[in-house]
């Protein structure tokens, strides 16, 4: 069988390797910035080799700890999950809503 995704608008940013300015002020949504401070988005190390390891974005989920990289998207789901997205995937599943 083949299905189709329900249209649901969802809350979205595109993460450009910070979540704060240079003043020291949020440039997220409040949604974001607030799961920033309750530690389910937050900063830790991904081991890229045995030798190096790169610093990070990470979202704790259900599924685990997901690495977000610059570039992906930051989904705030339909039950307030948050989840990243890799660019081509979400441009070819999301359209901006006119608000």
């Known amino acids: 069988m083949k299905y189709r995704k329900k249209p649901v608008v ?4 595109k ?3 910070g979540l704060k300015n240079s003043d020291g002020g949020y ?4 949604w974001a ?3 920033f ?3 389910i988005m937050h900063h830790g190390y991904k ?3 045995v030798d190096h390891a790169e610093l990070g974005l990470f979202i704790d989920t259900l599924e685990g700890t997901h690495h977000v990289s610059v570039g992906d998207y930051i989904i705030k789901g339909v039950n307030g999950e948050l989840y990243p997205c890799k660019p081509d995937i ?4 999301y359209e901006k809503v006119k608000e």
Do not use: H, N, R
Request: net charge negative; charged share 35%; glycine share 8%.
């Open 27 to 30: 440039c997220v949504p409040d």
């Open 33 to 35: 910035a607030a799961a």
């Open 47 to 49: 081991l890229k080799d």
């Open 15 to 17: 993460y450009e390797g």
């Open 90 to 93: 979400f441009e070819k599943t």
């Open 37 to 39: 401070e309750s530690g």
């Open 10 to 13: 969802i809350d979205a940013f």
